[in-house]
């Protein structure tokens, strides 16, 4: 199957997940990881995508550093979080943070449609997270539902992720 195919797919399973309880599972496993850093990145979810907003709301609480991604010119980089009120609609509608003070975290939890055994991942298909993520030193998480583990052959420029996060 191809990466846009299992997209395609995954996109769909995934609009129909009606399960608070998994949900809520993954965000609390992901929560104890990430309280073990002091500066998180964080992808701002959107659509049906694993939602971070409990999280980023949490972390906020707990005073950790919270960086999220914002795309300026093709690049992805990522900027402080101050509050929940500091997003506003960026690109392809994602919200942003308004900051411009830019953060290299310890940690990153991605985004994904889907993860094969390596523990790399299928994202959107923009290649934003694997260009960003090519030479830095950081703890990459993915938060997934367990059936998004699907078998598919990486590319040569894809980064794998040192943990994923499932329900199970």
Do not use: H, W
């Amino acid at each position: 199957m191809t990466k846009r195919s299992i997209r395609q797919q995954m996109k769909q399973k995934r609009a129909n997940v009606k399960d608070a309880l998994s949900l809520a599972c993954i965000q609390e496993k992901t929560l104890k990881i990430l309280k073990n850093f002091n500066t998180i990145g964080l992808y701002v979810s959107f659509d049906d995508e694993i939602n971070t907003y409990p999280l980023l709301t949490e972390l906020l609480k707990l005073n950790k550093m919270i960086a999220v991604p914002k795309i300026i010119n093709q690049e992805m980089k990522l900027y402080k979080l101050e509050s929940m009120n500091d997003l506003e609609k960026g690109f392809y509608n994602i919200m942003e943070p308004k900051s411009m003070q830019e953060v290299i975290p310890e940690c990153i939890v991605v985004p994904l449609l889907a993860f094969n055994s390596r523990k790399y991942r299928i994202g959107y298909g923009g290649g934003y997270y694997d260009r960003y993520l090519k030479d830095k030193k950081m703890v990459k998480i993915g938060m997934a539902y367990s059936f998004m583990n699907t078998e598919f052959t990486e590319d040569s420029y894809d980064v794998a992720l040192d943990v994923i996060v499932t329900e199970k």
